[in-house]
Protein backbone atom coordinates (compact mmCIF):
# COMPACT_ATOMS: atom_id res chain seq x y z
CA UNK A 1 0.00 0.00 0.00
CA UNK A 2 1.02 3.25 -0.73
CA UNK A 3 0.03 6.72 0.13
CA UNK A 4 -0.15 9.24 -3.11
CA UNK A 5 -1.26 12.36 -1.62
CA UNK A 6 -1.95 13.19 2.06
CA UNK A 7 -3.37 16.29 3.15
CA UNK A 8 -3.67 17.68 6.54
CA UNK A 9 -5.56 20.62 8.14
CA UNK A 10 -5.20 22.43 11.57
CA UNK A 11 -3.46 19.26 13.46
CA UNK A 12 -1.66 19.79 16.37
CA UNK A 13 0.92 22.86 15.02
CA UNK A 14 0.39 21.86 11.38
CA UNK A 15 -2.11 24.53 9.82
CA UNK A 16 -2.65 23.33 6.16
CA UNK A 17 -0.14 20.75 4.35
CA UNK A 18 -0.59 19.35 1.06
CA UNK A 19 2.57 16.33 0.49
CA UNK A 20 2.71 13.93 -2.18
CA UNK A 21 5.50 11.28 -0.95
CA UNK A 22 6.74 9.11 -3.07
CA UNK A 23 6.57 5.28 -3.31
CA UNK A 24 9.42 4.36 -1.29
CA UNK A 25 11.56 5.95 1.70
CA UNK A 26 10.45 9.85 2.57
CA UNK A 27 13.10 11.66 4.87
CA UNK A 28 11.57 14.05 7.22
CA UNK A 29 13.95 16.37 8.64
CA UNK A 30 14.16 19.44 10.91
CA UNK A 31 14.98 21.19 14.03
CA UNK A 32 13.38 20.64 17.20
CA UNK A 33 9.77 21.02 17.63
CA UNK A 34 9.14 21.77 13.98
CA UNK A 35 5.93 19.32 13.58
CA UNK A 36 7.72 16.10 12.35
CA UNK A 37 6.03 14.16 15.49
CA UNK A 38 3.07 15.51 14.47
CA UNK A 39 2.73 14.68 10.63
CA UNK A 40 3.69 10.57 11.66
CA UNK A 41 1.10 10.87 14.19
CA UNK A 42 -1.39 12.36 11.97
CA UNK A 43 -0.86 9.76 9.49
CA UNK A 44 -0.88 6.84 12.06
CA UNK A 45 -4.25 7.79 13.56
CA UNK A 46 -5.70 6.67 9.67
CA UNK A 47 -5.23 3.11 10.82
CA UNK A 48 -7.69 3.86 13.23
CA UNK A 49 -5.69 3.21 15.99
CA UNK A 50 -4.77 5.16 19.35
CA UNK A 51 -1.87 7.62 19.13
CA UNK A 52 0.98 6.36 20.26
CA UNK A 53 1.67 9.13 22.84
CA UNK A 54 0.12 9.88 25.64
CA UNK A 55 -3.41 11.96 24.64
CA UNK A 56 -6.19 12.57 27.60
CA UNK A 57 -8.61 13.18 24.40
CA UNK A 58 -8.77 13.86 20.72
CA UNK A 59 -9.00 17.55 21.28
CA UNK A 60 -5.51 17.79 22.20
CA UNK A 61 -5.03 16.75 18.31
CA UNK A 62 -6.34 20.01 16.97
CA UNK A 63 -4.27 23.04 16.15
CA UNK A 64 -5.18 25.76 19.39
CA UNK A 65 -7.97 27.70 18.80
CA UNK A 66 -9.29 25.98 15.09
CA UNK A 67 -12.52 23.91 15.72
CA UNK A 68 -11.34 20.63 13.60
CA UNK A 69 -8.44 18.83 12.34
CA UNK A 70 -8.63 17.02 9.27
CA UNK A 71 -6.53 14.07 7.98
CA UNK A 72 -6.92 13.18 4.50
CA UNK A 73 -5.11 10.03 2.13
CA UNK A 74 -5.20 8.95 -1.07
CA UNK A 75 -4.08 5.59 -0.78
CA UNK A 76 -3.72 2.82 -3.33
CA UNK A 77 -2.53 -1.09 -3.50
CA UNK A 78 -2.55 -3.08 -6.53
CA UNK A 79 -6.30 -3.01 -6.93
CA UNK A 80 -7.08 0.49 -6.76
CA UNK A 81 -7.19 3.56 -4.66
CA UNK A 82 -9.26 4.59 -1.98
CA UNK A 83 -9.87 7.54 0.44
CA UNK A 84 -9.73 7.50 4.03
CA UNK A 85 -10.28 11.24 5.69
CA UNK A 86 -10.47 11.62 9.82
CA UNK A 87 -12.40 14.24 11.35
CA UNK A 88 -11.29 15.41 14.48
CA UNK A 89 -13.20 17.94 17.31
CA UNK A 90 -13.82 16.33 20.79
CA UNK A 91 -13.96 12.88 18.89
CA UNK A 92 -12.92 10.80 15.88
CA UNK A 93 -14.79 10.47 12.86
CA UNK A 94 -13.63 7.93 10.23
CA UNK A 95 -14.64 8.66 6.54
CA UNK A 96 -13.44 5.71 3.99
CA UNK A 97 -14.13 7.05 0.29
CA UNK A 98 -16.12 9.72 1.66
CA UNK A 99 -18.98 6.70 3.13
CA UNK A 100 -18.70 7.48 7.09
CA UNK A 101 -17.12 3.66 9.13
CA UNK A 102 -19.39 2.53 12.22
CA UNK A 103 -16.48 3.29 13.90
CA UNK A 104 -12.54 4.55 13.32
CA UNK A 105 -11.27 0.82 13.96
CA UNK A 106 -12.48 -0.01 10.67
CA UNK A 107 -9.95 1.57 9.03
CA UNK A 108 -7.58 -0.87 10.57
CA UNK A 109 -7.41 -3.78 7.46
CA UNK A 110 -7.97 -0.90 4.73
CA UNK A 111 -5.37 1.19 5.98
CA UNK A 112 -2.12 -1.26 7.68
CA UNK A 113 0.72 0.85 9.24
CA UNK A 114 3.19 0.30 11.43
CA UNK A 115 4.82 2.80 13.61
CA UNK A 116 8.27 3.25 15.55
CA UNK A 117 8.42 5.96 18.16
CA UNK A 118 11.00 6.34 21.35
CA UNK A 119 7.89 5.76 23.23
CA UNK A 120 8.48 1.79 21.78
CA UNK A 121 11.84 1.52 23.54
CA UNK A 122 9.49 0.56 26.80
CA UNK A 123 9.36 -3.00 24.69
CA UNK A 124 13.10 -3.49 26.00
CA UNK A 125 13.01 -1.13 28.91
CA UNK A 126 9.74 -1.51 30.95
CA UNK A 127 8.01 -4.31 32.65
CA UNK A 128 6.51 -7.48 30.52
CA UNK A 129 3.06 -5.62 30.30
CA UNK A 130 4.28 -3.73 27.44
CA UNK A 131 5.81 -6.84 25.43
CA UNK A 132 2.37 -8.51 26.26
CA UNK A 133 0.96 -5.55 25.15
CA UNK A 134 2.53 -5.38 21.84
CA UNK A 135 2.04 -9.33 21.21
CA UNK A 136 -1.60 -8.77 21.77
CA UNK A 137 -1.90 -5.65 20.07
CA UNK A 138 -0.08 -7.86 17.00
CA UNK A 139 -3.04 -9.83 16.93
CA UNK A 140 -5.74 -8.14 17.85
CA UNK A 141 -5.15 -6.62 14.74
CA UNK A 142 -5.33 -10.19 12.82
CA UNK A 143 -7.68 -12.06 14.64
CA UNK A 144 -11.10 -11.32 16.26
CA UNK A 145 -11.38 -14.56 17.70
CA UNK A 146 -8.28 -13.29 19.75
CA UNK A 147 -10.18 -9.60 20.32
CA UNK A 148 -13.07 -11.59 22.22
CA UNK A 149 -11.23 -13.99 23.97
CA UNK A 150 -8.94 -11.56 25.38
CA UNK A 151 -12.29 -9.44 26.69
CA UNK A 152 -13.67 -12.61 28.49
CA UNK A 153 -10.72 -13.12 29.59
CA UNK A 154 -10.26 -10.17 31.06
CA UNK A 155 -14.00 -9.91 32.27
CA UNK A 156 -13.51 -13.38 34.04
CA UNK A 157 -10.22 -12.62 35.92
CA UNK A 158 -12.04 -8.77 37.82
CA UNK A 159 -15.21 -11.44 38.59
CA UNK A 160 -12.12 -14.07 40.33
CA UNK A 161 -10.21 -11.20 41.92
CA UNK A 162 -13.53 -10.03 43.71
CA UNK A 163 -14.58 -13.57 44.82
CA UNK A 164 -11.04 -13.88 45.97
CA UNK A 165 -11.55 -11.39 48.67
CA UNK A 166 -15.14 -11.68 49.23
CA UNK A 167 -13.43 -15.10 49.92
CA UNK A 168 -12.08 -14.08 52.70
CA UNK A 169 -15.13 -13.44 54.72
CA UNK A 170 -17.69 -15.48 53.24
CA UNK A 171 -15.91 -18.89 53.00
CA UNK A 172 -19.07 -20.45 51.56
CA UNK A 173 -18.51 -18.63 48.05
CA UNK A 174 -15.14 -20.77 47.97
CA UNK A 175 -17.74 -23.44 45.95
CA UNK A 176 -18.47 -20.76 43.26
CA UNK A 177 -14.43 -19.73 42.73
CA UNK A 178 -14.13 -23.55 40.45
CA UNK A 179 -16.17 -21.87 37.79
CA UNK A 180 -14.35 -18.95 37.01
CA UNK A 181 -11.31 -21.39 37.70
CA UNK A 182 -12.28 -23.18 35.06
CA UNK A 183 -12.74 -20.87 32.18
CA UNK A 184 -10.35 -18.85 33.59
CA UNK A 185 -7.46 -22.52 32.59
CA UNK A 186 -9.21 -22.61 29.45
CA UNK A 187 -9.13 -19.15 28.08
CA UNK A 188 -5.29 -18.83 29.68
CA UNK A 189 -4.55 -21.70 27.48
CA UNK A 190 -5.96 -20.29 24.31
CA UNK A 191 -4.41 -17.12 24.72
CA UNK A 192 -0.99 -19.04 25.40
CA UNK A 193 -1.88 -20.88 22.55
CA UNK A 194 -2.20 -18.12 20.34
CA UNK A 195 0.22 -15.43 21.30
CA UNK A 196 3.07 -18.65 21.40
CA UNK A 197 2.20 -19.59 17.96
CA UNK A 198 2.36 -15.65 16.63
CA UNK A 199 5.51 -15.38 19.09
CA UNK A 200 7.42 -18.18 16.92
CA UNK A 201 6.23 -16.50 13.63
CA UNK A 202 7.52 -13.12 14.85
CA UNK A 203 10.78 -14.47 16.14
CA UNK A 204 11.76 -16.27 12.42
CA UNK A 205 10.91 -12.60 10.87
CA UNK A 206 12.71 -10.58 13.53
CA UNK A 207 15.51 -12.99 13.96
CA UNK A 208 16.18 -12.76 10.51
CA UNK A 209 15.35 -8.56 10.25
CA UNK A 210 18.23 -8.34 13.21
CA UNK A 211 20.46 -10.42 11.44
CA UNK A 212 20.86 -7.61 8.58
CA UNK A 213 20.68 -4.35 10.73
CA UNK A 214 23.83 -5.91 12.83
CA UNK A 215 25.27 -7.42 9.52
CA UNK A 216 24.92 -10.96 10.55
CA UNK A 217 27.33 -10.08 13.91
CA UNK A 218 24.23 -10.82 16.20
CA UNK A 219 21.88 -12.86 17.16
CA UNK A 220 18.17 -11.95 17.98
CA UNK A 221 15.52 -14.71 19.75
CA UNK A 222 12.39 -14.15 20.95
CA UNK A 223 10.01 -16.71 23.32
CA UNK A 224 7.25 -17.02 24.97
CA UNK A 225 7.15 -16.79 29.00
CA UNK A 226 4.19 -18.58 30.65
CA UNK A 227 3.99 -17.95 34.88
CA UNK A 228 3.06 -21.81 34.58
CA UNK A 229 6.69 -22.39 34.23
CA UNK A 230 6.07 -24.21 31.73
CA UNK A 231 7.51 -23.78 28.07
CA UNK A 232 4.83 -25.05 25.71
CA UNK A 233 5.33 -24.85 22.03
CA UNK A 234 2.78 -23.93 19.92
CA UNK A 235 1.37 -27.40 18.88
CA UNK A 236 0.93 -28.28 22.75
CA UNK A 237 -2.77 -29.85 23.55
CA UNK A 238 -5.34 -27.29 24.19
CA UNK A 239 -6.52 -29.98 26.80
CA UNK A 240 -3.59 -30.70 28.33
CA UNK A 241 -2.72 -26.89 29.13
CA UNK A 242 -6.00 -26.20 30.49
CA UNK A 243 -5.84 -29.19 32.83
CA UNK A 244 -2.38 -27.72 34.16
CA UNK A 245 -3.43 -24.62 34.49
CA UNK A 246 -6.33 -25.87 36.31
CA UNK A 247 -4.56 -27.79 38.81
CA UNK A 248 -1.87 -24.88 39.44
CA UNK A 249 -4.86 -22.19 40.15
CA UNK A 250 -5.87 -25.18 42.91
CA UNK A 251 -2.26 -25.09 44.10
CA UNK A 252 -2.10 -21.79 44.17
CA UNK A 253 -5.58 -20.75 45.56
CA UNK A 254 -4.17 -19.78 50.05
CA UNK A 255 -1.88 -17.50 47.71
CA UNK A 256 -4.64 -15.94 45.55
CA UNK A 257 -6.95 -15.67 48.72
CA UNK A 258 -4.19 -13.67 50.74
CA UNK A 259 -3.06 -11.40 47.98
CA UNK A 260 -6.99 -11.18 46.35
CA UNK A 261 -5.63 -11.05 43.08
CA UNK A 262 -5.04 -14.27 40.27
CA UNK A 263 -1.00 -14.56 40.64
CA UNK A 264 -1.04 -17.16 37.72
CA UNK A 265 -2.61 -16.87 34.04
CA UNK A 266 -1.63 -15.23 30.34
CA UNK A 267 -1.68 -11.77 32.21
CA UNK A 268 1.30 -12.83 34.17
CA UNK A 269 3.51 -13.96 31.10
CA UNK A 270 6.16 -12.04 29.23
CA UNK A 271 7.96 -12.45 26.22
CA UNK A 272 11.56 -13.15 26.48
CA UNK A 273 13.85 -11.02 24.38
CA UNK A 274 17.60 -13.01 23.81
CA UNK A 275 20.61 -10.72 22.44
CA UNK A 276 23.10 -13.89 21.45
CA UNK A 277 21.66 -15.88 24.48
CA UNK A 278 21.94 -12.82 26.73
CA UNK A 279 18.84 -10.97 28.29
CA UNK A 280 18.97 -8.00 26.24
CA UNK A 281 16.66 -6.24 28.92
CA UNK A 282 19.50 -6.32 31.11
CA UNK A 283 22.80 -6.60 28.62
CA UNK A 284 21.51 -4.67 25.58
CA UNK A 285 22.95 -1.41 24.41
CA UNK A 286 21.41 1.66 23.56
CA UNK A 287 21.77 0.79 19.89
CA UNK A 288 20.90 -2.43 20.29
CA UNK A 289 17.70 -2.00 22.21
CA UNK A 290 16.81 0.18 19.09
CA UNK A 291 17.72 -2.49 16.39
CA UNK A 292 15.62 -5.00 18.71
CA UNK A 293 12.38 -2.68 18.52
CA UNK A 294 12.69 -2.17 15.17
CA UNK A 295 13.39 -5.22 14.10
CA UNK A 296 9.94 -6.21 16.27
CA UNK A 297 8.19 -3.62 14.17
CA UNK A 298 9.09 -4.16 10.68
CA UNK A 299 8.27 -8.18 12.30
CA UNK A 300 5.04 -7.04 13.02
CA UNK A 301 5.00 -5.05 9.43
CA UNK A 302 5.47 -8.56 7.40
CA UNK A 303 2.74 -9.92 9.78
CA UNK A 304 0.51 -7.55 8.39
CA UNK A 305 1.19 -7.81 5.13
CA UNK A 306 0.65 -11.88 5.25
CA UNK A 307 -2.83 -10.91 6.87
CA UNK A 308 -3.82 -8.34 4.40
CA UNK A 309 -2.44 -9.05 1.65
CA UNK A 310 -0.64 -5.45 1.44
CA UNK A 311 2.55 -3.95 2.54
CA UNK A 312 1.96 -1.78 5.76
CA UNK A 313 3.26 1.83 5.47
CA UNK A 314 5.93 1.74 7.71
CA UNK A 315 6.27 5.36 10.20
CA UNK A 316 10.04 5.64 11.60
CA UNK A 317 10.04 8.71 14.43
CA UNK A 318 13.31 9.44 15.34
CA UNK A 319 14.57 6.15 14.66
CA UNK A 320 18.02 7.04 13.83
CA UNK A 321 19.75 8.76 17.12
CA UNK A 322 21.47 5.76 18.13
CA UNK A 323 22.47 3.73 15.28
CA UNK A 324 25.71 3.55 13.46
CA UNK A 325 26.67 4.65 10.26
CA UNK A 326 26.01 0.96 8.62
CA UNK A 327 23.11 0.34 10.76
CA UNK A 328 21.52 3.47 9.67
CA UNK A 329 22.27 2.65 5.79
CA UNK A 330 21.34 -1.12 5.89
CA UNK A 331 17.97 0.37 7.35
CA UNK A 332 17.22 3.10 4.93
CA UNK A 333 18.17 0.66 1.70
CA UNK A 334 16.79 -2.56 2.44
CA UNK A 335 13.24 -1.89 3.93
CA UNK A 336 11.61 -3.06 0.37
CA UNK A 337 8.98 -3.05 -0.84
CA UNK A 338 7.25 -0.44 1.57
CA UNK A 339 6.59 2.89 1.55
CA UNK A 340 7.74 4.33 4.46
CA UNK A 341 8.39 7.74 6.15
CA UNK A 342 11.41 8.55 8.57
CA UNK A 343 11.89 11.98 10.47
CA UNK A 344 14.66 12.92 12.29
CA UNK A 345 16.79 16.42 13.08
CA UNK A 346 19.99 15.44 11.17
CA UNK A 347 19.84 15.98 7.41
CA UNK A 348 23.34 14.12 7.45
CA UNK A 349 22.28 11.15 8.03
CA UNK A 350 20.77 10.74 4.88
CA UNK A 351 23.56 11.43 2.44
CA UNK A 352 23.37 7.68 1.42
CA UNK A 353 20.24 7.69 0.63
CA UNK A 354 20.01 5.60 -2.71
CA UNK A 355 15.78 6.23 -3.58
CA UNK A 356 13.76 8.35 -1.99
CA UNK A 357 12.83 12.21 -1.16
CA UNK A 358 14.09 14.83 1.19
CA UNK A 359 11.80 17.03 2.77
CA UNK A 360 12.50 20.02 5.82
CA UNK A 361 9.32 20.36 8.61
CA UNK A 362 9.67 24.01 9.36
CA UNK A 363 7.07 25.57 11.77
CA UNK A 364 4.41 22.71 10.88
CA UNK A 365 4.98 23.48 7.02
CA UNK A 366 7.03 21.01 4.51
CA UNK A 367 9.56 22.71 2.50
P1 LIG B 1 11.50 16.85 18.09
O1 LIG B 1 12.64 16.89 17.09
O2 LIG B 1 11.86 17.55 19.34
O3 LIG B 1 10.96 15.50 18.28
P2 LIG B 1 9.17 17.49 16.43
O4 LIG B 1 9.48 18.22 15.15
O5 LIG B 1 8.90 16.05 16.33
O6 LIG B 1 10.34 17.79 17.44
P3 LIG B 1 6.48 17.73 17.39
O7 LIG B 1 6.42 16.78 18.51
O8 LIG B 1 5.90 17.30 16.10
O9 LIG B 1 7.97 18.25 17.13
O10 LIG B 1 5.75 19.05 17.94
C1 LIG B 1 5.86 20.32 17.36
C2 LIG B 1 5.09 21.33 18.16
O11 LIG B 1 3.69 21.10 18.06
C3 LIG B 1 5.37 21.40 19.65
O12 LIG B 1 6.09 22.56 19.94
C4 LIG B 1 4.00 21.43 20.30
O13 LIG B 1 3.89 22.42 21.29
C5 LIG B 1 3.09 21.76 19.13
N1 LIG B 1 1.71 21.30 19.35
C6 LIG B 1 1.30 20.14 19.90
N2 LIG B 1 -0.04 20.08 19.93
C7 LIG B 1 -0.49 21.24 19.41
C8 LIG B 1 -1.79 21.79 19.16
N3 LIG B 1 -2.90 21.10 19.47
N4 LIG B 1 -1.87 23.02 18.58
C9 LIG B 1 -0.75 23.69 18.25
N5 LIG B 1 0.51 23.24 18.47
C10 LIG B 1 0.65 22.03 19.04
MG1 LIG C 1 9.58 14.42 17.40
Redesign the pocket.
Known amino acids: MKIDQLSIKDF ?2 IPSLEYTPCENVNIIY ?10 IEAIWLLTGAKSFRRVKNDR ?5 SAPKSIVEAKFSNELRQQTVTLEIDDRRTAFLNDIKTDSVSALAPEFPAVVFSPSHMSLIRSGPSERRRFIDSCLCRISPKFIKTLNDYTRALSQRNALLKDVRHSSYLLDTLDIWDQSIAQMSSLIIKMRTKLTERLNDKACRIYEGISMGNEKLSLSYISSLGVDYNADAPLSQMCSDFYNSLKYRLSDDIKYGVTTLGAHRDDIGIQLDSSDARSFASQGQSRSIVLALKLAESELLQEAFGTSPVILLD ?1 VMSELDSKRREYLLNHIGENQVFV ?1 C ?1 EKAYFENLKNGSIKE ?1 NGGNLL
Open positions: RNGQNAQGKTNLEFVRFDTCM
